[in-house]
C-alpha cells in the first residue's frame, strides 16, 4: 500500500474516530437535553450518558433545571391615588418541563420580564399609597399566583417574587419622613406623660401608706400611754390601800400593848380616836363623832372587840 493510501485511510479513521465521540453524550445532574431529529422533536434527555445518530440528530437545547434568580430593573406604576412610583422585582422560576420551555416562547426571560411588569401594574393599580408600602406580602402573592398560571403553558414554576425596592418620589419621601417624624414625636410625648403620670401616682401611694402607718403608730403610743396611766392609778390606788391597811393594823397592834400593859378605859379611848383620826386622813374615808361621852366610851368598847377579833384572827 502507497503512503498516500495510508494517510488517507488514517485521516478516514480519525474522522469516524471523531464523529463517533461527537455522538456520545453526557448530560449533567440538573440539566436536561433536548433532541431534534431532521429538525423535529424527538426526546428529551435526562441525567446519564446518551448517544445520537450523526448527521441526523441533533441537540437543539441544554435546558437548566435549577431554581433560577432573575432580578428586574425598576418599572414605573401608579398607584390608585394616582402617586407614580418605580418598583423592582425578583422573581424565582424553575423549569419543570425542557419541552415546553424549548418550544413554548421565543425567549422566556424576557417573557417573565413582561409579564411582570404587566402584572404589578395591575396589582399596584388596585392599592393606594399607604396600602402599598405596608402591604408588601400581599402583593408578593397575588403576583406569584398570577405569573405561575401565566408561565404554566411556557414550562416554567414561579416559586416566588419579592418586591426589591419601593421608591415613591421625591415628594412624598419627605412628606413621609415628616410624618414619621411627628408620629416618632407624639409616641415621645405621650410615653413621657405616662412616665410622669405614673410617677405621681407612685408618689402619692407612697405618701398614702406613710400617713397610714403614721396614723397607727400614734394609735399604738396612745394606746401604750393610756395602758401606762391605767397601770400607774391601780398601783397608786394599791399601795394607798396598802398603807391604810398597815396604819390600821399598828394601831390595833398599839391598843393591844395598851391593853396587855393595863391601860384603862380613858387611856384606850383617847387612842382610838387618834386611830379614828389617823383613818379619817383616807380620801373615801367619813367618820362620825356621837356627840356624847357615852357614844365614845361605847366606840371605844367597839373598836377594842374589832382589835380583839383581829387578834384572834
Known amino acids: 500500500m502507497s503512503p498516500v493510501a495510508i494517510i ?30 431532521l429538525g423535529a422533536y424527538k426526546e428529551t434527555w435526562s441525567t446519564g450518558v446518551h448517544f445520537k445518530v450523526p448527521f441526523i440528530e441533533r441537540v437543539a437545547m441544554r435546558v437548566n433545571l435549577k431554581e433560577q434568580v432573575v432580578d428586574f430593573p425598576p ?27 424549548a418550544y413554548g416562547v421565543e425567549n422566556p426571560i424576557m417573557a417573565i420580564e413582561n409579564l411582570t411588569a404587566t ?4 396589582v399596584i393599580g388596585e392599592m393606594e399609597l399607604d396600602e402599598t408600602l405596608t ?65 405621681t401616682i407612685l408618689i402619692a401611694e407612697g405618701k398614702k401608706e406613710s400617713a397610714i ?17 391605767k397601770e400607774k392609778m391601780i398601783r397608786e390606788a394599791e399601795g394607798e390601800a396598802e398603807a391604810i391597811l398597815k396604819v390600821h393594823q399598828a394601831n390595833a397592834q ?16 383617847l387612842k382610838s380616836l387618834e386611830a379614828l383620826a389617823t383613818l379619817a386622813n383616807g380620801k373615801a374615808t367619813k367618820i362620825i363623832v356621837p356627840s356624847d361621852l357615852q357614844g365614845i366610851a361605847s366606840l371605844a368598847t367597839t373598836f377594842k372587840e374589832v ?4 387578834k384572834k384572827q
Open 119 to 122: 402584572t404589578l401594574r395591575n
Open 135 to 199: 402591604s408588601r406580602e400581599i402583593i408578593n402573592t397575588k403576583m406569584r399566583a398570577a405569573l405561575d398560571m401565566a408561565t404554566d403553558p411556557w414550562g416554567i414554576k414561579v416559586n416566588r417574587v419579592e418586591l426589591k425596592n419601593i421608591m415613591p418620589p421625591t415628594a412624598i419621601q419627605d412628606a413621609m419622613e415628616k410624618q414619621m417624624k411627628a408620629e416618632r414625636e407624639r409616641r415621645e410625648a405621650i410615653l413621657i406623660a405616662e412616665g410622669e403620670k405614673k410617677s
Open 254 to 269: 398599839g391598843l393591844q400593848y395598851l391593853k396587855e400593859a393595863g391601860a384603862d378605859e380613858a387611856v384606850l379611848t
Open 8 to 37: 488517507i485511510l488514517l485521516l478516514v479513521v480519525m474522522i469516524a474516530i471523531t464523529i463517533v465521540i461527537s455522538c456520545i453524550k453526557i448530560v449533567p445532574q440538573a440539566n436536561a437535553f433536548i433532541l431534534e431529529r
Open 75 to 101: 418599572q414605573p406604576v401608579i398607584t390608585k391615588d394616582n402617586v407614580t412610583m418605580r418598583i423592582d422585582t425578583v422573581v424565582f422560576f424553575q423549569i419543570t418541563d425542557p419541552k415546553l420551555y
Open 213 to 229: 402607718l403614721d396614723a397607727e403608730a400614734e394609735k399604738q403610743a396612745a394606746i401604750l400611754r393610756a395602758e401606762a396611766e
Open 307 to 310: 382589835v380583839s377579833d383581829d
